[in-house]
């Protein structure tokens, strides 16, 4: 059973489109992730928080922007949607744990096609 | 820098096959090693973890694991494999405080009827 929820499931939208991948958990989690994955591809972090009013960027560049004003909830914005940007949007939490015991939980993602 | 390999991009067995998937990782210190698998147009779900202990864990859906620190393996088995075992998996070490996951490539599982 899914404790995050990622809304829309599906999208396809035209070039230069504001969009807003909402994403959010209800296991009062401190630290949730953005991950890009392309099909049948490996995951690529893209962006990650520890917390309310906390985001930083991860390991992959990404034009897209996150934000945390409340626990339960980690929206990713692109503000100008680009063919480039067509992928899968997954997102993740944890509990916020010295020692990287606390396994991700995942969404069942946002399919985004830019035409 | 930790790194997680998968060196099998892609393997197929026939039903009711025994598998394992295979596993290495680089990390300094004593790892933390998950397995997740992902259905054709999901999220990750959680097979098994290890920390400590016993080096042979037990997940969901009959899968097990077996840490081998001398091989950095975490390798990935099942004694019979279904149909619907077929999917993506993906090895993954976690991270200290203030680090992130580091995910395998992935293997792709098909199963043949």
């Known amino acids: 059973e899914a404790d995050i929820y990622q809304t829309p499931r599906y999208l396809v939208i035209g070039t230069g489109k504001k969009i807003t991948l909402e994403c959010s958990q209800t296991?009062?989690?401190?630290?949730m992730y953005w991950y890009q994955q392309d099909p049948g591809m490996e995951l690529h972090l893209i962006h990650y928080?520890?917390?309310?009013?906390?985001?930083e960027k991860g390991d992959l560049s990404s034009e897209s922007t996150v934000s945390r004003i409340r626990t339960e909830h980690f929206p990713l914005t692109l503000e100008s949607a680009r063919p480039s940007h067509t992928s899968q949007y997954l997102c993740?939490?944890?509990?916020?744990?010295?020692?990287?015991?606390?396994?991700?939980?995942f969404g069942n993602g946002t399919r985004l096609t830019v035409t | 820098a930790q790194s997680v390999t998968q060196p099998d991009i892609h393997i197929t067995v026939s039903e009711g096959a025994s598998l394992e998937l295979r596993c290495n990782y680089s990390?300094?210190?004593?790892?933390?090693l998950f397995w997740y698998v992902q259905s054709p147009g999901q999220g990750l779900q959680l097979l098994l973890k290890?920390?400590?202990?016993?080096?042979l864990v037990q997940g969901i859906k009959g899968f097990e694991a077996e840490f081998k620190r001398s091989q950095s393996s975490f390798n990935l088995r099942k004694p019979s494999v279904h149909w619907s075992d077929a999917a993506e998996y993906f090895c993954?070490?976690?991270?200290?405080?203030?680090?992130?996951?580091?995910f395998g490539p992935g293997t792709r599982l098909s199963v043949l009827p």
């Open positions: 993740a939490s944890s509990e916020y744990r010295v020692g990287g015991r606390s396994p991700l939980h």
């Open positions: 296991m009062g989690h401190d630290k």
């Open positions: 928080s520890y917390g309310v009013n906390s985001t």
């Open positions: 990390y300094g210190a004593t790892p933390y």
């Open positions: 290890y920390f400590s202990g016993d080096t």
């Open positions: 993954a070490v976690g991270a200290n405080y203030g680090q992130n996951f580091v």
